[in-house]
């Protein structure tokens, strides 16, 4: 695998949950595939599970790992081509992909959308550049607009837990102080239609997902109505897509305190459980009381990310 990106990157799903079964017997049993081969973790943004996880996965495989915060030590960068370079920035990205290319076998990169141009970040124009330019094989760790790891380790957090064959999971907006991406529904919800999963959609008016991701998935406005009968209840945060009014894109159009999960919206469910990808704002997407009762599945969906990145190093490590 050169690229992991998008759900299609893994091939056969069923396959790849069977292969990070295996992986969660023994996460070390692999250590000789990555021996003296090295791992560059490039952050242009904050993280915590991405960062400690990946990095988990990499040594279980017996890689080295190097990981660089961008904006702390590293110069400022230029992404634009064409610019005159007599401010703050001191190297360009095009010099900067290859060099980092140098020291490593494969890179992740995390960089999240920046709501200046929604066609660059649908586009995906910096995760491509380093696609094109870095020679190595480049596993997404959220970038513009999806997140990957998150979604694997979600699918697996499902198939762990699920108590029917074919669960009904309800993707939720919920209210958020800030401007966040839409890369984790994104990935989800194309995650999930790839998945053998009855798969709902539900979001106040506005905020769309891009089709590209929804695919043909059910939306329903009623956001109490979507949750009814639910196994899997997945709430987040997103901003305006920018589907129907592209002016709007990346904007915090609804602040609605009514779209909190709460214990009335679980107690429609089928005893449901509770997920999201964290970092959460308590009391704004979830109360205190769901997130910590018994039918919370958010610690081990973190665990699980440490599991979704080794399968993924693997195979990278299989390819090279
Ligand atoms: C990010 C987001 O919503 O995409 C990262 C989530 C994994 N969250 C924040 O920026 C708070
Ligand atoms: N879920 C997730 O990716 O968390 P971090 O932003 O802390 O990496």
Known sequence: MRVFQNVEDLGDLR?????????????????????NKTALLIFFNNSLRTRLSTQKAAMNLGMNVIVLDVNQGAWKLETERGVVMDGDKSEHLLEAIPVMGCYCDVIGVRSFATFENRKDDYEEKILNQFIRYSGRPVFFMESATVHPLQAFADLITIEEYKRKPRPKVVLSWAPHPKALPQ???????????????????????????DPKFVGNARVEYDQMKAFEGADFIYAKNWSCPGVTRPEDYGKVLNKDMGWTVDAAHMAVTDNAYFMHCLPVRRNMIVTDDVIESPQSLVIPEAANREISATVVLKRMLESL
Do not use: I
């Open 15 to 35: 396959a790849a949950l069977a292969e990070a079964a295996e992986v969660k017997k023994d996460r070390f049993q692999f250590q000789a595939l990555g021996r």
């Open 183 to 209: 890369a984790v529904p994104n990935s989800f919800a194309q995650w999930m239609n790839a998945a053998d999963v009855d798969f709902v959609v539900t979001h106040p008016e506005g905020y769309e997902l």
